[in-house]
């Protein structure tokens, strides 16, 4: 590319919508888990686009099955279904207890289909009063209108006019407070069964029995919003799996395309045919291309060497973690499981996550933040042993600037 023809960060100010803040650098390649800029300066990405390439970049079963489909067919519509559309569908069956699929592109449709089936199911199986959603402060499940609603931060989802009504927000892992407010109005709780934006927080093995009991008893759906914690994230293929609770309605979306945009909404077949012919929808879900892709990554991450791997990898980020904070004293604990991480700051270190994510680009290591006060680990899930001890040295040398 010509100097003259050279795409830079400054365009974006002139030509895009300024909801977003993007670093300086342009990332032009990755292999891996590296990533290389327009000036080629190497990157190890221990962000993964925010939980999204759980094979790396450009994995190879990845590549091959994209440019397969891609010289077969692109795009038909819903009016035909298509092979990796219903190959994807029955292996998220075969993985989870779903018995039903509905494709989307993202997770905050997959969550508005999960949301929109809760509520017609409550109004078929109930009546319309029931149609009260319980959520959690914190929550993140998208930012359509109705799901950025449910989430819990109104930061996001105050000054769009009136909102989508009867969402309540009740602090997570608060048992007390759900079992007074829940009712037989209540409709559904959704719920991340481990925050990610709101900061890596694990639920209690009490909250979380107590969430599927309450549902039970006051016939709710528990929803769980997996989009950040699915596919293989936590070591498990769904988190629900390592909880001991099984929830009626499952969103997945972010890894499952593994960079590739797709989502889905996962359920049972008795909750599934209250979406009959014409009650929902979507151009795009159940694409060709996105399946197939998915398809991949199911195959790979599904498999028990990947999912064992999550663990071992754990361990040598807690490891390395651990000996830095040793040496620099700035985490207050890190959290998380699997390859959802998150190393929070201690008292001196309050509202400075964004410091060590732009010192570790500085020294050639992406990481993400959740929150002000916690720096976030989501990266491959076959990320090498070797690639993560040079991150966790560039992230040593970012620390070393930033203490001195
Ligand atoms: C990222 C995320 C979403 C939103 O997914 P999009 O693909 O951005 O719409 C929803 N829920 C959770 C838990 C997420 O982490």
New binding site residues.
């Given amino acids: 590319m010509t100097i003259e023809n050279k795409v830079e960060r400054g365009l974006f100010d002139e030509v895009m919508v300024p909801c977003y803040n993007p670093m300086e650098m342009i990332p032009v390649k990755g292999e891996g888990a590296r990533v290389w800029d327009q000036e080629g300066k190497e990157y190890i990405d221990f962000a993964g686009g925010?939980?999204v390439s759980c094979l790396g970049h450009c994995h190879p079963a990845m590549v091959n099955a994209l440019t397969e489909q891609g010289n077969k067919l692109w795009h038909l519509s819903n009016v035909m279904t298509n092979e990796p559309a219903l190959r994807l569908a029955k292996k998220l069956t075969e993985v989870s207890f779903a018995e039903k699929v509905f494709f989307a592109n993202?997770?905050?449709?997959?969550?508005e289909a999960a949301l929109k089936l809760a509520r017609r199911y409550a109004a078929d199986q109930f009546g319309p009063e029931k149609s009260e959603i319980i959520a959690f402060k914190q929550?993140?499940?998208?930012?359509?209108f109705f799901?950025v609603t449910v989430?819990g931060q109104a930061a996001y989802s105050d000054g769009f006019g009136p909102k989508p009504g009867d969402v309540t927000h009740l602090p997570y892992n608060d048992v007390d407070a759900l079992r007074e407010h829940i009712s037989d109005r209540t409709c559904a709780i959704m719920m991340?069964p481990l925050?990610?934006?709101g900061g890596i927080i694990a639920p209690t093995d009490e909250f979380i029995q107590t969430v599927r009991e309450l549902c039970d008893k006051y016939n709710a759906l528990l929803i769980f919003?997996?989009?950040?914690?699915g596919n293989g994230r936590t070591g498990h293929f769904y988190a629900y799996q390592g909880l001991g609770v099984t929830p009626d309605i499952l969103?997945t979306?972010?890894s499952l395309g593994g960079g590739f945009?797709i989502?889905a909404m996962l359920t049972t077949t008795e909750l599934a045919q209250h979406l009959k012919v014409g009650t929902h929808g979507s151009t795009y879900g159940g694409n060709p291309l996105a399946c197939a892709v998915a398809e991949a990554v199911v195959d790979v991450v599904s498999q028990p060497e990947t999912l064992a791997g999550v663990a071992e990898r754990e361990a040598l980020f807690r490891e390395g973690l651990a000996k830095l904070n040793d040496k620099y004293q700035i985490f207050a604990e890190v959290r998380g499981k699997g390859l959802l991480l998150g190393a929070a700051l201690n008292d001196e270190w309050q509202g400075r996550a964004r410091d060590v994510l732009v010192a570790a680009g500085k020294e050639g290591l992406m990481v993400l933040v959740a929150g002000a006060n916690v720096v976030r680990f989501t990266p491959s899930l076959v990320i090498t042993k070797e690639e993560i001890q040079e991150g966790l040295s560039r992230l040593d040398k970012a620390l070393a600037t930033l203490t001195k």
Avoid at 106 to 111: D, M, P, T, V
Avoid at 139 to 144: E, L, P, V
Avoid at 225 to 229: F, K
């Fill in positions: 925010i939980a993202s997770g905050a449709e997959a969550n929550g993140f499940h998208g930012r359509t799901t989430g991340e925050q990610g934006e919003d997996e989009v950040q914690t969103s979306a972010k945009p989502g």
